[in-house]
Nanobody, 115 residues
Framework: QVQLVESGGGLVQAGGSLRLSCAASGSIFSINPMGWYRQAPGKQRELVAT???????NYADFVKGRFTISRDNAKNTVYLQMNSLKPEDTSVYYC?????????WGKGTLVTVSL
């Protein structure tokens, strides 16, 4: 059984930085796309960034230039470096990984950005 565990969320002031991590464990052969999504209260979950196994990245417009996604295939881990955080970035952040054709989600980590 595959499990994804996120870490690194917390409270930060506007303009600050946080680094999220998401590690997969269990029966894993290889992981194809990895991604980060977020969901604010009362809103739908939205894509933040994705990265392929080969390292190609895709970002939502609202994080371009501020967030950087990366991955360590040997550790089955994906990261999200978040800089210049804004109050509107406050959300629960979820990682998603495609493993053997199935999508797996973490339980989420809360990021709160204060003024």
């Amino acid at each position: 059984q595959v499990q994804l565990v996120e870490s690194g969320g917390g409270l930060v002031q506007a303009g600050g930085s946080l680094r999220l991590s998401c590690a997969a464990s269990g029966s894993i052969f290889s992981i194809n796309p990895m991604g980060w999504y977020r969901q604010a209260p009362g809103k739908q979950r939205e894509l933040v960034a994705t990265i392929t196994r080969g390292g190609s990245t895709n970002y939502a417009d609202f994080v371009k230039g501020r967030f950087t996604i990366s991955r360590d295939n040997a550790k089955n881990t994906v990261y999200l470096q978040m800089n210049s955080l804004k109050p509107e970035d406050t959300s629960v952040y979820y990682c998603k990984m495609e493993i053997r054709g199935m999508d797996y989600w973490g339980k989420g980590t809360l990021v709160t950005v204060s003024l």
